[in-house]
Nanobody, 127 residues
């Protein structure tokens, strides 16, 4: 069955970097979109970035564009989220999600568009 397992979270100082991993199994990444979402305490879940592996399109929220990079390692069936220049506002639980196909319009930002979710990994940016 489809499984997503996030890892790579942790505590980092402001200005630091982290690399998140979304290890996938049970499906072929080639035809799926993988999205990264985050949810901070007391806030709504927000879309961070997404990669549509079927057409190569990548998407970023304005708040992370230029600092975060999403990529796919097909050999390892893993999607990465490289996060640089982190600030305390990036503190949240980060989760990856997936759905077959490419997101129409801005659907990549919409959590319910995705069918499967991982459990999440905590990212804390603090001095």
């Amino acid at each position: 069955q489809v499984q997503l397992v996030e890892s790579g979270g942790g505590l980092v100082q402001p200005g630091g970097s982290l690399r998140l991993f979304c290890a996938t199994s049970g499906f072929s990444l080639d035809d799926y979109t993988i999205g990264w979402f985050r949810q901070a305490p007391g806030k709504e879940r927000e879309g961070v970035s997404s990669i549509s592996n079927s057409d190569g399109n990548v998407y970023y929220a304005n708040s992370v564009r230029g600092r975060f990079t999403i990529s796919t390692d097909y050999a390892k069936s893993t999607v990465y989220l490289q996060m640089n220049s982190l600030n305390p506002e990036d503190t949240a639980v980060y989760s990856c999600a997936t759905r077959l196909g490419s997101p129409p319009g801005s659907k990549w930002l919409v959590g319910p568009w995705y069918d499967y979710w991982g459990q999440g990994t905590q990212v804390t940016v603090s001095s």
